[in-house]
């Protein structure tokens, strides 16, 4: 840039009118330029002895490295912040959540399928060894209670007198 | 020129919404220009770092309350100069005596030598001024700003700006004389 164009933008560039180009330009000027640089220090004489040192260090290459690593801390807190007791399950993804659903659904199914087949073998054993479907004794689950418990007194009440005595 | 044509404040609701790769965005466009007034108003690499590092947290926890009714630029400028006045508040006072070197490109060795005498000379005049008066020189002298660019980051008049300076370049003028004589 030449001398008179620099000279014209001086004032703008003390009142920090410029564009960030521009300054850069008028700066690497003024610090070749005694002349130009002996004006602006008429007008503003702190303007020219800061662009003796107007260089500032580089950012340090840790900075954005700190930054996003802190950042990313950030979110993680926060997201435990509104863990919530009951409406926790929100956190998660539809894809979670339907996967989480599926696997309930299979285990209660197996659950149901497995309770269901005992009960029937149970049952059918029951039925084949005893005539009488009251005889909760012959069931292999309560069949062996120790005597005198919780479980043996329920017994003793819900079945009848003639077949406590047959046991 | 696809992440330039997203603006700031289009980047800073992305934020809001979690987005980290928008943040990150938002870094790259200000790191330099945080970290230049950062260390020139500590006068002191790690701590300038501190201040833009927690800067940039400010920004991102209050991202969900930010409202793009000033640009985002302004609002970027008043969180790190209320960072600095509160940092100072806090912190001890700044030692300027072991400035780190301004590693700028072509110059000689001599010439960096010169070049570091003028930076910890600035740096000790800063230093005499208070904190809001550095804060406001560091922004017009060093960053371009303008009055009313300033008042929009203090949320101030630039009639109040202009006072400001006013004062800090009367304290400035002697501690500066030395460097106006060499030429």
Known sequence: MHCNEIRKQLLAYVQGELTSNR????????QQCMGCRALLAELDPIAAAVLKSIE????????????????????????????????????????????????????????????????THDLSDTMNSSPSINNLYAFSVLGDIPDASLAS?????VTPQVQRNQR | MPEEAVSDEELMQAVAQGNLDAFEQL??????????????????AAEAEDLVSDSFLRILDAAERYKPTASFRTYFYRILTRRCIDFT???RPIATDNLPPVLASGYSQSEAVVHQEHNQHIQNALEQLSEKHRLVVVLRYFEGFSNIAIAEMFQSSPKSIE????????????LLQSLLEED
């Open chain 1, 23 to 30: 300054r850069t330009m008028l700066r690497h000027h003024l």
């Open chain 2, 89 to 91: 508040r806090k912190k």
């Open chain 2, 27 to 44: 870094f790259l466009r200000y790191q330099s220009a945080a970290w230049s007034v950062a260390y020139r108003f500590t006068g002191d």
């Open chain 1, 56 to 119: 500032t260090p580089r950012v340090p290459e840790s900075l954005k490295r700190s930054v996003m690593l802190q950042a990313r801390m950030k979110q993680w807190d926060s997201a435990e912040v509104i863990w919530h007791p009951i409406l926790w399950w929100q956190m998660a993804t539809v894809t979670m959540r339907s996967t989480a659903v599926l696997m309930m659904m299979m285990v209660l199914g197996l659950g149901t399928f497995m309770g269901m087949s005992t009960a």
């Open chain 2, 163 to 174: 006072r400001m300076l006013a004062r800090a370049r009367k304290h400035l003028k002697p």
């Open chain 1, 153 to 157: 007194s329920y017994l003793n009440l």
